[in-house]
Every structure is written in structure tokens, then in C-alpha cells.
């Protein structure tokens, strides 16, 4: 993987591995809920899933989600938020990263 597209205060937070090349992921638990910073290296698809409420910042790329019947596409300075319990399928492009916060304090475990 190329050299983290994340200062070095983000890569003291510990990497989580997905087991998807191209994908890098640094995640932070709090007492409310989970921090999450990605980057996309290439093309990476995730499959249909639901978990708690997200709020998510795109800091750079662009990203299409499908959710409720429509497809979205979030870039540069985009927020969006992914309501609890709600279906949904996300494709991160190539040079793709953004911040995330999920509602749950055990996200990703």
C-alpha cells in the first residue's frame, strides 16, 4: 500500500484489516460511539449491510451509496448521513477518504 493518505496523528490510531487490498482503515472507540478514518487505494465495493446511525465527512474522491431505492454519489466537502437500521451498499473510489462517526460504541467488533 502507498504511504497513508492520513497525517501522523490519524496513523497512531491503530489500522484495522478488512482483508481488502487497497483499503486502509484506522479505528477509534469512544464511550458513544466509533471513529473511523478510510482510504481507498483503488476501487473497493462493500456488500449490503445495515448498522448504527453514521455521519460521515468525504474528505477527498468520490463515493456512490445505494440506499432506499437510490443511488448517491458524495464528494470533496460532502456530509451525509446513513440513518440506524437502514440497508445500504457503498462503492469507494480509487483516491477516496473520508471520517466517519457510527452511533455505536462496539462498531466493527
Known amino acids: 500500500m502507498k504511504k497513508s493518505y492520513f497525517p501522523d496523528i490519524i496513523g ?11 483499503l486502509e482503515v484506522h479505528r477509534s472507540h469512544t464511550g458513544e460511539g466509533t ?3 478510510v482510504a481507498a487505494y483503488q476501487n473497493v465495493s462493500f456488500p449490503e449491510h445495515s448498522h448504527a446511525e ?3 465527512v468525504v474528505l477527498d474522491g468520490e463515493a456512490h451509496c445505494r ?3 437510490k443511488t ?3 464528494r ?3 456530509t451525509y448521513v446513513i440513518p440506524a437500521g437502514v440497508k445500504h451498499q457503498i462503492t469507494l473510489l480509487k483516491g477516496y477518504a473520508e471520517a466517519d462517526y457510527v452511533a455505536d460504541p462496539n462498531d466493527g467488533e
Not at 497512531?12 to 487497497?22: A, F, H, L, N, R
Open 12 to 22: 497512531q490510531i491503530p489500522p484495522v484489516d478488512y482483508g481488502i487490498e487497497g
Open 35 to 37: 471513529v473511523y478514518f
Open 54 to 56: 453514521q455521519w460521515s
Open 67 to 69: 440506499m432506499n431505492g
Open 72 to 74: 448517491f454519489v458524495y
Open 76 to 78: 470533496k466537502g460532502d
